[in-house]
């Protein structure tokens, strides 16, 4: 598949086999514009590089090959555009037993954004612009949170105090990542940094002397973008008592293990029949949520997480649910949407012909709640023999649920 992308169109990729799941990663500038949309001349190489995953994956004598991820990166951004298939529905849609609208549904599509390349561009923004403008400014367009002037020379310590305001310059020497878990990263940074004194810190400076060495810990989350920088833990700080102590930020990093290996930055997430299902089902869910428009008028679905438990074969969807109009004191139409969310769920698994379950739950996360379908009752409800207000009524499906 490499050579194949190489030769014929001039793409240099990575491929990954992990259990039943093939994938293909490239490398594309300018995938997303400012507002995190896929630049439209992009679209026909991932085109190409799908056509040619789908066709090896589809060639391919192994059986325990089932699903595909096509993961276009771009290195500035960090931005990455994945696409996951099913390889049956390639064959169903060739053979016309499923159109090519609904095959194109059930391609799961995400924007997220890696968090070892955005970690690796944030530290070296980070510090390129302490060096160019105020330390409070470049806090607040990188850091989570707002912080203290206390907490910000602590967290810059020692240049931040011994250096006259404005006066900080910074050397990155090294920059080290890994990926701790899916969209979490440690950056190491190795800095050489200049400054100009202050009076009254004569015994620091002579400890920190021009062009010193310093190191930094950053914990990056990706998804707190645009602002990833979740903590940042110095190399040197000072006790109750005024000591300085040396932090081993070198012995945390290097004890953390790397969820993929080392400079590979290529996550791909190995998936069964059960969880592609609760994946694709928990966006087809917001989906027709936000296509109905007297639904999506009355509420607003805040987040959905789908899963698969296999010990208990359940599967379980977890709504945040808040009112559209915040003035109101009426709860949200939760009959309705467990009936656009159920109505999803039982058509997704017939048309995968997915037996292999008990139940199918659904948690109201904000009044703490949960409503277990079993099987039986979800294909009554799919074949229009039992409603969803006699569901919700029957108190030996309606549990609480402890968060």
């Known amino acids: 598949m490499i050579r194949i992308l190489k030769d014929e169109y001039s793409i240099e990729a990575t491929s990954k086999l992990k259990d039943s799941t093939l994938g293909v990663t490239y490398t594309v500038t300018n995938l997303v514009d400012s507002a995190l949309n896929l630049v439209p001349d992009r679209l026909q190489q991932m085109q190409q590089v799908a056509l040619t995953l789908q066709r090896v994956g589809l060639s391919s004598r192994k059986d325990e090959v089932q699903f595909y991820s096509l993961i276009a990166q771009d290195p500035v951004t960090a931005a990455e555009l994945v696409l996951t298939g099913y390889f049956l529905d390639i064959k169903r849609v060739r053979l016309l037993d499923i159109p090519r609208s609904e095959y194109f549904r059930r391609v799961i599509r995400d924007l997220r954004f890696n968090p070892e390349i955005m970690g690796e561009n944030t530290c070296r923004q980070f510090f390129a612009e302490l060096s160019t403008k105020k330390a409070e400014l470049v806090f607040e367009q990188h850091y989570s949170k707002n912080i203290t002037p ?84 110095p190399k040197y700080t000072v006790d109750k008592d005024g000591k300085i102590i040396e932090q081993a930020i070198r012995q945390t990093f290097n004890e953390y293990p790397n969820i993929i290996p080392e400079n590979d930055r290529f996550y791909l997430e190995s998936y069964t029949l059960p969880q592609f299902l609760a994946e694709l ?30 010990s208990k074969k359940d599967f379980t969807f977890s709504l945040v649910v808040v009112p559209v109009d915040p003035a109101s004191e009426k709860e949200p139409p939760s009959e309705e949407l467990i009936e656009t969310s159920l109505k999803t769920t039982a058509e997704i698994l017939k048309g995968y012909w997915f037996k292999d379950y008990d139940t199918v739950s659904f948690v109201d996360v904000l009044n703490g709640s949960t409503l277990s379908i079993p099987k039986d009752s979800v294909n009554q409800f799919r074949l229009k023999k039992i409603g969803v207000h006699e569901l919700m009524h029957q108190s030996s499906y309606l549990t609480p649920f402890n968060p």
């Open 150 to 233: 206390q907490e910000l020379t602590t967290m810059l310590f020692p240049t931040s105090l011994i250096a006259l305001p404005d006066t900080m310059q910074y050397q990155l020497l090294q920059v080290e990542t890994k990926r701790i878990q899916e969209t979490k990263s440690l950056v190491l940074c190795k800095t050489k940094e200049y400054y100009a004194p202050r009076q009254n810190f004569v015994s620091l400076q002579n400890i920190f002397p021009q062009g010193f060495e310093n190191e930094y810990l950053f914990v990056i989350e990706a998804n707190l973008y645009p602002r990833p920088v979740e903590r940042i833990i």
């Open 281 to 310: 089902i928990e966006r087809r869910i917001r989906e027709d949520v936000q296509k109905d428009q007297e639904l999506s008028h009355k509420i607003n679905l805040r987040s959905i997480q789908g899963n698969f438990d296999s």
